[in-house]
């Protein structure tokens, strides 16, 4: 998700003259890393990046927007199986598509992007 931010914050995505307000979303115990995320876009002095929300709220974060880039990830524990992390991650997507519904433009552009890690095992010779 940082080196996306990066990207964007610099106009590699949208373009140079384009500009953005970049609508952070995320779980309240995450709030400290968003803050963080805002400061490192302030740092970057982009001239792209109008305004930066940071909200736990999707009804907030995706208010009229015209672009959503979805990236979640449950966090994987001990003992947990990939069948549970998938089931997660659904109720996390499906919350955002109803708040998307709801407030976003109807004419919104949505990316969804899913961290799952898949260990492939090559087979013994």
């Given at each position: 998700a940082y080196s996306l931010i990066q990207s964007l914050s610099k106009g590699d995505i949208f373009g140079h003259e384009q500009m953005l307000q970049l609508n952070l979303v995320d779980i309240e115990k995450c709030r400290d890393a968003?803050?963080?995320?805002?400061?490192?876009?302030?740092?970057?002095?982009?001239?792209?990046?109008?305004?930066?929300?940071i909200t736990s709220s999707p009804l907030e974060g995706f208010k009229d927007i015209d672009v959503a880039v979805l990236i979640a990830s449950m966090p994987?524990?001990?003992?947990?199986?990939?069948?549970?992390?998938?089931?997660?991650?659904v109720e996390i997507f499906k919350a955002a598509g109803v708040a998307l519904e709801k407030v976003a433009k109807k004419t919104v552009k949505?990316?969804?992007?899913?961290?799952?890690?898949i260990r492939l095992r090559r087979p013994s010779r």
């Open positions: 968003l803050e963080g995320i805002a400061l490192e876009i302030e740092d970057l002095a982009s001239h792209v990046v109008s305004n930066c929300v994987h524990l001990k003992g947990m199986e990939r069948s549970h992390l998938l089931k997660g991650n949505v990316n969804v992007r899913l961290r799952v890690t």
